[in-house]
């Protein structure tokens, strides 16, 4: 069966046993030799497709690189691709006979394939994810020995492919810039000297590679061409959520929003260690009189890993509206997952769109968690029934649920509570996330 969730990616090991053993650990190698685990997801056909009728080459996301020394010839490229009537088709066609590696960069932005496979890992991983797919004829190598900021996952869906793999120098190592090369030095060295590889790993269909930002590591295809999938693993590193909690911090405390000393900054006068500002930031947030919500900004920051909604039931909803009675079927939209933050104001809603739905429809949320399928005349009777027009109304403008062509599942009612009646102003405008 073709991978269609982020189990059937980790199998046999799973989603659990790929975090717990080797996320941010070890090297993994799953040898599946399975072609039918990625069956339609991107094969030598594909290519053709997408370069002819998505034209990511016609928006930059087409790299051309040749093999050995020569320069990327993608500025050539993005030449033909804005004048030649075939959009370098057949630039892409003959550079790849000529043994160059064709990469199609952000892959799941128009490829439908890999936004599936994209969607779900970066749900199930808790981090943002970037696919390129690499497309490689035979006895080619695109890049030199190298070292990634980043997490990666190599899914091998056609052909084969050797990857090398050395010891590590540095582990985890985040990606370089101007000020840490400044502050330094051994970021600024040229370029280092890997060794002989400590590991070879060849994949064949449907064979998986994990590798942990920091092994060094080069890949060529073998005697046939290789198409694989990139799998860029960026999470949110404990560095950038303790930023976020600096900036949360300065709202609360006047001296963090001052500048930063004209005489410290010409060098007039000496600053206190960085041990020393962090214990003063210590001492801010222990001294709040309301402490800052660490474990809200832990659910804020999730929520932007939440699947997006499938397109199933988008237009006939939006056109379909209006139209809806207590006798329609409405349902959450297929492929995300159902999210509810409850905030001192109110609650928020996250699946596919988003909404805020105010505290005092406590039982209404408590139905709409229980029941991802229902028809409007058997939400809870505390709203009249144009309330609950109202408010399924407004789930479906803002793309929480979508009208549905299922039948009504039958639902157990409460008692019966008293109707709010025909006031609507409880019904809060979508208040985004």
């Not at 128009?110 to 390129?132: F, M, Q």
């Not at 970021?187 to 070879?200: F, H, I, T």
Request: hydrophobic share 40%; proline share 7%; net charge negative.
């Amino acid at each position: 069966m073709t991978i269609q969730s982020a189990e059937s990616m980790f199998a046999p090991i799973g989603v659990a046993g790929f975090i717990s053993d080797y996320l941010e650990r070890d090297v993994l190698h799953l040898e599946r030799k399975d072609p039918m685990l990625v069956q339609g997801l991107f094969d030598l056909e594909s290519m053709a497709h997408c370069i002819r009728y998505m034209k990511p080459q016609a928006r930059g996301s087409v790299r051309v690189v040749p093999k050995g020394e020569d320069p990327e010839e993608t500025i050539q490229l993005n030449a033909m691709a804005a004048s030649a009537d075939d959009h370098g088709e057949n630039f892409l066609t003959s550079g790849f006979s000529a043994g160059k590696t064709i990469i199609f960069n952000s892959a799941e932005s128009y490829w439908p394939p890999v936004e599936r496979v994209v969607d779900e890992l970066k749900e199930s991983l808790a981090c943002d994810i970037k696919c390129n797919v690499y497309c490689t004829p035979p006895q080619s190598q695109g890049f030199d020995t190298h070292v990634d900021g980043h997490d990666v996952l190599v899914l091998q869906t056609d052909g084969s492919k050797t990857w090398r793999l050395h010891e590590v120098d540095s582990t985890l190592p985040l990606e370089s810039t101007p000020l840490a090369a400044e502050m330094f030095s051994r970021l600024g060295a040229s370029k280092p000297n890997y060794g002989d590889p400590v590991r070879e790993v060849t994949l064949h269909p449907g064979d998986l590679l994990y590798l942990p930002r920091g092994v060094p590591h080069s890949a060529a295809s073998t005697t046939e061409h290789s198409i694989h999938f990139t799998i860029g693993l960026f999470p949110l590193r404990r560095h950038e959520f303790l930023a976020r909690l600096v900036d949360l911090l300065a709202f609360e405390d006047e001296g963090l929003r001052r500048r930063v000393s004209t005489a410290v900054m010409k060098g007039e006068e000496k600053v206190t260690s960085a041990g020393d500002m962090f214990r003063e930031l210590a001492a801010i947030a222990d001294g709040l009189e309301t402490p800052i919500d660490v474990d809200r900004l832990v659910a804020i920051s999730s929520e932007s890993y939440a699947r997006a909604a499938g397109t199933t039931g988008s237009f006939e909803s939006a056109i379909g509206v209006e139209s809806m009675g207590l006798e329609t079927v409405i349902e959450r939209p297929e492929g995300c997952s159902w999210i509810v933050r409850r905030t001192p104001m109110d609650y928020r809603i996250r699946c596919g769109g988003s909404m805020s739905v105010p505290l005092k429809l406590d039982p209404v949320m408590d139905f709409f968690e229980k029941n991802p399928v229902f028809r409007i005349g058997d939400a809870p009777d505390l709203m009249a029934d144009d309330a609950k027009l109202t408010l399924c109304r407004n789930l479906v403008r803002n793309g929480v649920m979508r009208i549905s062509k299922k039948p009504a599942p039958e639902i157990q009612k409460p008692v019966p509570a008293a109707a709010s009646g025909t006031n609507l102003s409880w019904l809060l405008p979508n208040a985004g996330f």
